[in-house]
C-alpha cells in the first residue's frame, strides 16, 4: 500500500489526474498509511448506501482522489464475485476522469481482488530481497496468469541497497518463471532502501513531501515519469 500511494502521489506531482483505490482490505492498507480530512470508506458503496463519486476523498489537492476502505476491514471478502465485477465496472466508467487510475491491491492476491484490474493496462508486483518475498512473488505471477489477466505484467524490486542488488534479484526471479514455463514480466524499476520511509509512515506523511531529495523518493519519482512516457508513447 505504501508503493502504490507513494506512486499515485508522484504520477499527481507530474500534474496528472490520479484516483487511487483501495483493494487491499487489511491493517497496512491506504488509509492506515496517511490523515485524511473526513474520510469516507468503500464500505458504504458495498452496502448500497452511497456511489463511488459520493465517497472519492480528495487528498493534498483536487486532482489526486482516494477511495479508501476502513483500516482492517476486509470489505472484499464477504462480497460475491458478481458484485465484485460490477465494482469493477463501475470503476472503469469512474477512472475515464482521471489520468492514471492505481488499484493497491495488497499482498494477499485471490480472484476476487484481481478482479477488480480486468481493466488495467499495467499490474506491478512488488519484491524484495528476502527469500520469502521472492517464493511469495513467484507465486503471485503464478496467479496472475493463472486468472488469465490480460494486463503488462511489471515487477518492481523494493527495499535493497543497491541497483546492482536490485538487478541480481531480478535475474533470480526470471530463472524461476523461465523454467515454469511463464511468461517473463518485465523489470519496470528499482527501489532502494531508504530509513526516512519508517519516518514518513510514523507520521503518516508522504514521502515525495518529506524527503523529496530521498533515495527512495527519487526511485519512485522515477517510475512515475517512465510510466508517463510509456503512456504517452503508446
Given at each position: 500500500?505504501?508503493?502504490?500511494?507513494s506512486?499515485?502521489?508522484?504520477?499527481?506531482?507530474?500534474?496528472?489526474?490520479?484516483?487511487?483505490?483501495?483493494?487491499?482490505?487489511?491493517?497496512?492498507?491506504?488509509?492506515?498509511?496517511?490523515?485524511?480530512?473526513?474520510?469516507?470508506?468503500?464500505?458504504?458503496?458495498?452496502?448500497?448506501?452511497?456511489?463511488?463519486?459520493?465517497?472519492?476523498?480528495?487528498?493534498?489537492?483536487?486532482?489526486?482522489?482516494?477511495?479508501?476502505?476502513?483500516?482492517?476491514?476486509?470489505?472484499?471478502s464477504?462480497?460475491?464475485?458478481?458484485?465484485?465485477?460490477?465494482?469493477?465496472d463501475?470503476?472503469?466508467?469512474?477512472?475515464?476522469?482521471?489520468?492514471?487510475?492505481?488499484?493497491?491491491?495488497?499482498?494477499?492476491?485471490?480472484?476476487?481482488?484481481?478482479?477488480?484490474?480486468?481493466?488495467?493496462?499495467?499490474?506491478?508486483?512488488?519484491?524484495?530481497?528476502?527469500?520469502?518475498?521472492?517464493?511469495?512473488?513467484?507465486?503471485?505471477?503464478?496467479?496472475?496468469?493463472?486468472?488469465?489477466?490480460?494486463?503488462?505484467?511489471?515487477?518492481?524490486?523494493?527495499?535493497?541497497?543497491?541497483?546492482?542488488?536490485?538487478?541480481?534479484?531480478?535475474?533470480?526471479?526470471?530463472?524461476?518463471?523461465?523454467?515454469?514455463?511463464?511468461p517473463?514480466?518485465?523489470?519496470?524499476?528499482?527501489?532502494?532502501?531508504?530509513?526516512?520511509?519508517?519516518?514518513?509512515i510514523?507520521?503518516?506523511e508522504?514521502?515525495?513531501?518529506?524527503?523529496?531529495?530521498?533515495?527512495?523518493?527519487?526511485?519512485?519519482?522515477?517510475?512515475?515519469?517512465?510510466?508517463?512516457?510509456?503512456?504517452?508513447?503508446?
Amino acid at each position: 500500500s505504501w508503493c502504490s500511494l507513494s506512486l499515485a502521489h508522484a504520477l499527481n506531482q507530474q500534474k496528472k489526474r490520479v484516483l487511487l483505490v483501495d483493494g487491499n482490505g487489511n491493517f497496512s492498507n491506504i488509509s492506515s498509511y496517511i490523515l485524511l480530512n473526513n474520510p469516507l470508506y468503500l464500505e458504504d458503496y458495498t452496502l448500497g448506501k452511497k456511489t463511488l463519486n459520493q465517497l472519492l476523498t480528495a487528498y493534498r489537492n483536487k486532482d489526486f482522489n482516494i477511495l479508501t476502505a476502513k483500516p482492517g476491514n476486509n470489505y472484499l471478502s464477504e462480497l460475491p464475485l458478481g458484485r465484485i465485477h460490477v465494482f469493477a465496472d463501475d470503476l472503469n466508467i469512474l477512472a475515464q476522469n482521471y489520468d492514471y487510475t492505481v488499484v493497491d491491491l495488497g499482498t494477499d492476491l485471490n480472484a476476487k481482488n484481481l478482479s477488480l484490474c480486468y481493466f488495467a493496462d499495467d499490474l506491478f508486483v512488488m519484491c524484495s530481497e528476502q527469500s520469502a518475498d521472492l517464493v511469495k512473488t513467484f507465486e503471485l505471477l503464478q496467479l496472475i496468469y493463472a486468472n488469465n489477466i490480460k494486463a503488462n505484467c511489471n515487477l518492481i524490486i523494493n527495499r535493497v541497497n543497491s541497483f546492482e542488488d536490485g538487478y541480481k534479484i531480478y535475474k533470480e526471479l526470471y530463472r524461476a518463471v523461465e523454467r515454469s514455463g511463464l511468461p517473463i514480466p518485465n523489470l519496470f524499476g528499482i527501489v532502494r532502501f531508504d530509513t526516512r520511509i519508517r519516518d514518513t509512515i510514523r507520521n503518516k506523511e508522504l514521502l515525495l513531501s518529506r524527503y523529496p531529495t530521498s533515495e527512495a523518493a527519487v526511485d519512485i519519482s522515477n517510475l512515475a515519469q517512465k510510466l508517463i512516457a510509456e503512456s504517452d508513447y503508446e
